[in-house]
């Protein structure tokens, strides 16, 4: 089956600080790709669609100036938060559009704000 | 907007029960219907995808059902097992994908 990775898996960061978290299609190539966040026990919110080569769709109440996202190939979208809040906390998953009907989700990646 | 809930939120049953989880959504103008496993702090492992013509999807001890006229999805675990603990999500795909609210399950040994 097709495999999506998140790098990292977690990450720990100070506030005011920016941090990037990378999403690959390691066997095929995504043109869009998606990003959600997902709180302690509730479930996934979409925050942006990733197209290669144009700018990402942002969700309704998702601030682009602050989730920056980056989708320069086929196989890489990056979302970066900037200046990163305690209240930014929170388990961020990608997924990959393979086709009209497949979407392949990454492993996640725990970002914990202090 | 779709709206998608499931019921229940969390369940316990004891090993070897068959057990149904429940999914709702309320517009039925859908594409597909899929089911994911979430163990703790991980991601989404895909368990069966239902196409909008289909009415039913089985996977080993899993059947998925859709009926797309009453907004209703259910899953059913047969012979439930302690590894089968996790929390299932259903997703309704659209214009994107809309997932629901999890049923975290726990399996008693």
């Known amino acids: 089956g097709a495999v999506v990775s998140q790098h990292p898996s977690w990450v720990i960061c100070k506030s005011g600080t920016s941090v990037k978290i990378e999403c690959r299609s390691l066997d095929f190539q995504a043109t869009t790709m998606f990003w959600y966040r997902q709180f302690p026990k509730q479930s996934l919110m979409l925050m942006a669609t990733s197209n290669e080569g144009s700018k990402a769709t942002y969700e309704q109440g998702v601030e682009k100036d602050k989730f920056l996202i980056n989708h320069a190939s086929l196989t890489l979208s990056t979302l970066t938060v900037t200046s990163a809040h305690p209240e930014d906390s929170s388990f961020y998953i990608c997924?990959?559009?393979?086709?009209?009907?497949?979407?392949?989700f990454g492993p996640g990646t725990r970002l914990t704000v202090l | 907007k779709q709206e998608v809930t499931q019921i229940p939120a969390a369940l316990s049953v004891p090993e070897g029960e068959n057990l149904v989880l429940n999914c709702s959504f309320t517009d039925s103008a859908i594409y597909n219907l899929q089911w994911f496993r979430q163990d703790p702090g991980k991601g989404l492992t895909s368990l069966l995808l239902?196409?909008?013509?289909?009415r039913e999807q089985t996977s080993g001890r899993l059947n998925a059902s859709l009926d797309k006229s009453s907004g209703r999805s259910t899953l059913y675990i047969a012979a439930s097992q302690p590894g089968d603990s996790a929390t299932y999500l259903c997703?309704?795909?659209?214009?994107?994908?809309?997932f629901g609210t999890g049923t975290s399950l726990t399996v008693i040994p």
């Open positions: 239902i196409q909008s013509s289909q």
């Open positions: 997924s990959a559009r393979r086709g009209p009907d497949e979407q392949f």
């Open positions: 997703a309704v795909i659209g214009n994107q994908f809309y």
